[in-house]
């Protein structure tokens, strides 16, 4: 929809983000949500269910997203390069027009516990989602655990980082360079898999990494 | 505390995990608990600040444990390398011994929307508290947030294995092998770091992975 002529939803949306960053989300009804856009309450309620929906509408649209990049990532791709594609793709749909509008979305999250809780529900939903989309590709159920967590782990830190006040990247650039971070880290890894050497020994509170140290 | 003469916590305890893993969580009351363990709702009280409680009290020992794990890494240690040390230790905090108890209070957990958001919150906080500690230790912002998450993603998914009825191996095992299984995936990443000729480029609908590929 564009933004010289935005329909009722996105008149609603936004009159809902100023008076919730504003006033405060427990603080603002619908009626004063559709009052301040111009329209009735009835509209409200034909594009939103509730107030809160205004803020996690987008929420199917991100998982989607997720799933997408994840099929469409080309066969025989690894798990690790699977995910940084869909990370890639995801971030496309958060231009910088976009930047403003999430920051204060955000804003109005961090100010309530219950919205908090709604986001991390979100974020573990988002994690299950991606597993399964790598599952059924045929990547082996740890893989898909690990590669659909770190995944997440990495959209949600480069996100955060996005909205911060004096952040100039694109959350693309902002993407890779997180998860390159983590491949970095990674590398520098000197722990090893454990090895039925190591289980037979038992020696649980030895570190992995001091036992392989070479 | 010795199993042959428990005291009245842990007796308390016992007697929870048990009647909300028969009746629910809602439908047992702390009167029934105190009566299971053949004690009074005072006593109750005097261990307990609620019922929940009974379920998350071992919350700030599992806090705790990670912190002491991350402080023990030598210094020089790679953050990486600090939080499969910090695995580790924690591990040993589980003994097969819990695994059963461990078992039933997931059980009860996965039962109660109200209880599963309590845990998710408790591992968000995990996260926080383990990445604060690495900060501490001097490891960079970015890289202390994916090392703290990682942690948790991987002692989230080693420990759901644990509690699996036909799983023989210990916690410090898995954990282990979930370790190592993240770092072989983050091994065959051929995505790099985006350079600043790549964010020149702008095409953030490419993947790093398929412009890096070498």
């Known amino acids: 929809m ?3 002529e935005p329909g009722a939803a996105e008149r609603l949306r936004q009159a809902a983000l100023e008076l919730f960053a504003t006033r405060g989300f427990e603080q603002t009804t619908a009626t004063e949500i559709a009052q ?14 509730d107030k809160r929906e205004v803020l996690f509408r987008g929420q199917g649209l991100l998982v989607e997203a ?13 798990a690790i390069d699977i995910v ?15 930047r403003s509008d999430s920051r204060t979305r955000q804003f109005v999250i961090d ?4 919205l908090q809780e709604r986001e991390r529900h979100k974020l573990a939903g988002l994690a299950t989602t991606v597993a399964d989309a790598l599952r059924a590709r ?6 898909a655990r690990l590669a659909a967590e770190s995944c997440i782990t990495v959209f949600g830190i480069a996100f955060t980082q996005w ?3 004096d952040e100039q990247r ?3 650039e902002i993407a890779a360079d997180v998860f390159g971070e983590l491949l970095t880290l990674a590398g520098k890894a000197t722990a090893h898999r454990a090895t039925p050497a190591d289980r037979a020994a038992g020696q649980s509170r030895e570190t992995v990494a001091a036992r392989h140290r070479s």
């Open 170 to 172: 694109s959350l693309a």
């Open 2 to 4: 564009a933004r010289w």
């Open 111 to 114: 100010q309530n516990p219950a």
């Open 138 to 143: 045929g990547v082996d159920d740890l893989a």
């Open 163 to 165: 909205i911060r006040e």
């Open 36 to 49: 301040s856009a111009g329209l009735t309450e009835r509209t409200f309620f034909r594009h939103f269910s």
């Open 84 to 98: 940084a594609s869909a990370l890639q793709s995801v971030a496309s749909f958060f231009p910088d027009e976009r």
């Open 66 to 78: 997720f799933v997408t990049g994840v099929d469409a990532a080309p066969p025989d791709t690894s």
